[in-house]
Structure formats: C-alpha cells, structure tokens
C-alpha cells in the first residue's frame, strides 16, 4: 500500500477552482451568479457567501457551483431543484461519486462531464487525487456523458 501526504489541509472546504476547469465553462455559459463562494473565492461578480446562505436563496440565471467539500448531497440536490425553474440553470463542479444515493437520484438526468486528470486547486500543492466531475442542470442538456480535458498549464 502506497503512503500517500496528505494533500489537502483537513476540514477546510473553500479551495478555488482552477482557471483551467472555470474559463471555458463560464465561455460556455457565461455565468452570472456563484451560488456557494467568498470574496477570496468567488468566480462571479454577483455570488453567495456563507454569510449570505445561499444554500436557502433563490438562483437565478446561469449559476455556477462548487459546493464545499462533505456536503455535496444537499448542494446537489438544491441545484438540481432550483433548476427545474425555468430561469436558472447550474453547471456544478462535483466528486464523481456514483455510488451515493444523491449521485443517482439528481444527476442522473443531467449532464455529465467527467474531468480527465488531476486539476489543481488554486492554492494546493498537488492535484485532488478523486474523480470530479462537471454536472449541468437544467437547460437544453440531454442526459449524456462527456470527457472534460484540462486546458494544457
């Protein structure tokens, strides 16, 4: 059994995605709200601290989500409600964990993009040795699965 150091410092949940995951997604879906971020964070001009708890606000528009790490089931399920409305759509940066019971019950009809590689979060040393995912609710998407490559560092 390899001996892995741990990579990420225990309990914190704010690590920033990296440029090389958000940009072409924002180009995709040029975001206008970033549902659960800080001001050190944030991705969007207009987004939801923990302060403001945007877990219990309504979004609107084309939100972006990278929910804090341990409580992706209730952010997942919120963003797969909030965009069953007609004016909000979510694209989530989540672990691909396809043997939860919210993994089944509320991305199974979005679409899904499993990121190839290891991203590297901004302010880590190494890159998040899980498989991520992108996961898109609401909108015109079908339910398929794509591959997701990292933009070349």
């Known amino acids: 059994m390899a001996l892995f150091d741990t990579k990420f ?3 914190r949940q704010d690590w920033e995605t990296p440029e090389s995951i958000f940009s072409p997604l924002n180009d995709e879906f040029g975001f206008t709200l970033d549902v659960c971020a800080s001001v050190l964070n944030k991705k969007c001009k ?60 509320y991305c199974k009809d979005a679409e899904v993009r499993f990121i190839l590689g290891r991203p590297k979060f901004v302010g880590a040393k190494y890159g998040l040795p899980q498989p991520l995912s992108i996961v898109i609710f609401g909108g015109e998407s079908k339910t398929h699965f794509k591959t997701f490559e990292l933009l070349k560092e």
Not at 65 to 92: H, I, R, T
Request: proline residues 5%; hydrophobic residues 35%; contains cysteine.
């Open 9 to 11: 410092e225990k309990g």
């Open 46 to 105: 207009l987004f939801y601290s923990i302060e403001d708890d945007g877990f219990n606000k309504e979004w609107v528009g084309s939100c972006w989500m990278n929910p804090p790490f341990g409580e992706q089931g209730k952010w997942v399920k919120k963003a797969y409600d909030e965009s069953k409305k007609d004016n909000c759509l979510v694209v989530a940066l989540l672990p691909a964990r396809t043997n939860t019971v919210w993994w089944h019950k």
